[in-house]
């Protein structure tokens, strides 16, 4: 069974500020990775993804991540944060099968202040 | 090009009653998936279609049942709602395609069981 561990329920950050949100991930074979961003009131929506090919893979809005089997991490970066970023954050994780069942972490909630 | 559309966005049931949660997609996924969200718990995996025709169970299926008639449409039950069943649900669907597994998800019911 695969589970993912996010790493601080909530982040403060300031405007300007790196933003470094954690994701540990444990499978019995490499699985694809994912980061998804939910703004108030809203339903979720895809920032990066990892399958194959280059561990590190740009997103939207600014966003990176890196895949690191040796360290079964998946962390989300952002070198300068902005107000709009302010939301909740959900690793995600599924094996390389066809159903691919996303299996969610608990998510972390990102403060931006100015 | 709405994407998923999920009705009711909010609902208030009393102990005891049921009701269908209502999922549509027009982009021709053939994978569908509901999901309950409840807060620092991330999400959780009710049911899941593979097709129109084939269901089957996720990670928290008692108190629901689902049908996939048609491509199309993925309707969630409730038959005797429990306050146990108070949460935000989202519906979310992806293409067969083995390099796309981003989920679209809809904007989400919120029910609330009194």
């Known amino acids: 069974a695969q589970s993912v561990t996010q790493l601080g329920s909530h982040v403060s950050v300031s405007e300007g500020a790196l933003v470094l949100l954690r994701c540990n991930y444990s499978?019995?074979?490499?699985?694809?990775l994912f980061w998804y961003v939910q703004y108030p009131n809203q339903g979720l929506q895809l920032l990066l993804k990892?399958?194959?090919?280059?561990?590190l893979v740009k997103g939207i809005n600014g966003f990176e991540a890196e895949f690191k089997k040796s360290e079964t991490s998946f962390h989300l970066t952002k070198p300068s944060a902005h107000m709009s970023d302010a939301a909740e954050y959900f690793c995600?994780?599924?094996?390389?099968?066809?159903?691919?069942?996303?299996?969610f972490g608990t998510g972390t909630r990102l403060q931006v202040t100015l | 090009n709405a994407g998923v559309t999920q009705t009711p966005k909010f609902r208030i049931l009393k102990i005891g009653q049921s009701m269908t949660l209502q999922c549509a997609q027009d982009?021709?996924?053939?994978?569908m998936y509901w999901y309950r969200q409840d807060p620092g718990m991330g999400l959780k995996l009710i049911y899941y279609?593979?097709?129109?025709?084939?269901?089957d169970k996720g990670e928290v299926p008692n108190g629901y049942n689902v049908s996939r008639s048609t491509t199309e449409d993925f309707p969630l039950r409730l038959e005797l709602a429990a306050p146990s069943q108070t949460s935000v649900y989202f519906c979310?669907?992806?293409?067969?395609?083995?390099?796309?597994?981003?989920?679209?998800f809809g904007s989400g019911t919120r029910l609330t069981v009194v």
């Open positions: 979310a669907s992806r293409t067969r395609t083995l390099n796309n597994y981003g989920y679209t």
């Open positions: 499978s019995s074979v490499p699985p694809y």
């Open positions: 990892y399958t194959t090919g280059a561990t």
């Open positions: 995600a994780v599924t094996p390389t099968g066809t159903a691919s069942k996303l299996t």
């Open positions: 982009m021709n996924h053939n994978y």
């Open positions: 279609s593979v097709g129109a025709g084939i269901t």
